[in-house]
């Protein structure tokens, strides 16, 4: 066996590793680039194997940084079945037209720009809506936990990763010359305690981990402490009459968030304010959850919540936006509101209309729910900028910014370090893949101090014998 890693080396996109394995060569997550525009379309553009020679895919997640890059693919002639879980199949067929609608309006847009400059510069985008439907046709959905083979030596399954609906671990088992040997790549990993997820459960004799470290090297905060932080926000809002804006990423974190203003209004914590989740993609991706309600995915808690209380997706209060004239009406209701809207970083979306309209009123409150990369408004915002820029017009910042760090869908350094600590026997060889070089570097510290040796941080394209 060897496996060759063309992504997430030493970064967190691109997630992408070939497997070979008893004749066969089997692609592990076939995630996009993200970063600056020439560097990633670069790397996206440069698929480092034969696509026609890999038998199979298989997906950990519906995140486009694992499975953006399906449609490339298929683009260079692969043509074999891309397995993954029911929910992953889903939300994968939504991503990829999500992604593929980017990337053409993103071309077209440059494009532009340069013809007005008179320049030659041209891109093309990297995929079509065709190409993205070509992969989804591709998808081939299994139940948690049953064994698929592959040919007559190999087979694998799809283990609960508690990172997002439908998210596996992927479990490789080969009949070697030598054995039965097991691999075992977690994908993105969630967290012990979360508000939706269950928990991921470290399985029994891996020989070779492959596993994440985006946060090798840092604690999140504990997620008992999200309920007063929104009481408080939302009482204000009640008593001034303002507009919470809340800018989430479409999958998972708005579903967190309705289910928690559900829970809190059925208590009766808060009172049943409107709430508008305005972004088409997170109304889509909400349907897709409310049809997966019985994933194994979802925590007990989360099940026994449902089973006694009902969709928590759908609130009394809580209104669906799709069009843009209800969008732009929200403009002249008057508060007390929450509006949730993408995108998560403030860098597009509706959500910056939003923000353009109620950054200069007192009682607005900004409520920032997730990560803010370096550079973004988001970022600009939550350091509290007097003055921020939005479609190149200046707006002054009277809104108030509360930023809520509990929400996060990765494993932080203590549950990584659980994780591996409870794996039995002891792996092989762990390579740790899918985080920043100081990240990973801070986790094969932890890693060592725990007297877990033979630890591997892999470059980009290296390939290693499986022994
Ligand atoms: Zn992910």
Redesign the pocket.
């Known amino acids: 066996m060897r496996i060759g890693f063309y992504g997430a080396a030493g970064e967190v996109t691109g997630s992408r590793h070939l497997l070979e394995a008893e004749g066969l060569r089997i692609l592990l997550d076939c995630g996009l680039f993200q970063g600056h525009r020439r560097d990633a379309i670069e790397k996206n553009r440069r698929t480092p194997f034969d696509p026609k020679a890999v038998d199979a895919v298989l997906l950990s997640?519906a995140?486009v940084?694992?499975c953006g890059s399906l449609p490339i693919l298929v683009k260079g002639g692969f043509a074999g079945p891309v397995h993954c879980t029911e929910a992953t199949a889903d939300l994968t067929g939504l991503m990829l037209a999500d992604s593929a609608h980017l990337q053409e309006s993103d071309a077209q847009f440059f494009n532009k720009i340069h013809q007005r400059r008179g320049d030659a510069e041209r891109i093309e985008p990297l995929y079509t809506q065709e190409d993205a439907k070509a992969a989804a046709a591709r998808l081939r959905p299994h139940p948690y936990a049953s064994w698929v083979a592959l040919n007559e030596r190999v087979r694998f399954r799809f283990l609960n990763a508690g990172?997002?609906l439908g998210?596996a671990m992927i479990e490789v088992e080969a009949r070697t010359a030598k054995g039965v040997r097991r691999l075992l790549f977690t994908?993105?990993l969630g967290r012990r305690h979360t508000l939706l997820m269950d928990p991921p459960e470290p399985p029994r004799s891996v020989d070779w981990l492959l596993t994440e470290s985006t946060y090798g090297g840092r604690s999140h905060e504990a997620i008992v402490d999200v309920e007063p932080i929104m009481k408080r926000v939302i009482d204000r809002a009640c008593a001034e009459k303002g507009k919470v804006l809340i800018p989430s990423f479409a999958l998972e974190r708005t579903q967190e968030i309705l289910f928690i203003f559900d829970k809190m209004m059925r208590e009766g914590q808060i009172p049943r304010i409107p709430v508008y989740v305005d972004s088409p993609m997170a109304v889509s991706i909400t349907e897709i959850f409310d049809r997966h309600l019985d994933s194994v995915s979802f925590s007990d808690e989360f099940k026994q919540y449902v089973a006694k209380e009902g969709d928590p997706f759908e609130l009394k209060c809580v209104r669906y936006v799709r069009s843009v004239d209800e969008s732009k009406s929200l403009n002249d209701l008057p508060g007390p509101m929450v509006i949730l809207s993408a995108s998560g970083m403030c860098e597009g979306g509706r959500i910056l209309h939003h923000l353009r309209n109620n950054l200069d009123k007192e009682t607005t409150t900004i409520l920032i729910v997730g990560y803010q990369a370096e550079g973004t408004l988001g970022r600009r915002l939550e350091e509290g900028a007097e003055k921020v820029k939005i479609f190149g017009l200046e707006h002054r910042v009277w809104a108030r910014v509360e930023t809520v760090h509990t929400f996060s869908?990765?494993a932080d350094r203590g549950d990584l370090l659980w994780f591996i600590g409870a794996l039995e026997p002891r792996p092989r060889r762990i390579f740790l893949v899918h985080g920043e070089p100081s990240a990973r570097a801070a986790l094969a510290e932890g890693l060592k101090a725990a007297g877990i040796e033979r630890v591997s941080a892999p470059a980009y394209a290296e390939t290693v014998d499986l022994v």
């Open positions: 997640h995140h940084d694992h990172h997002v998210s994908g993105d869908a990765h």
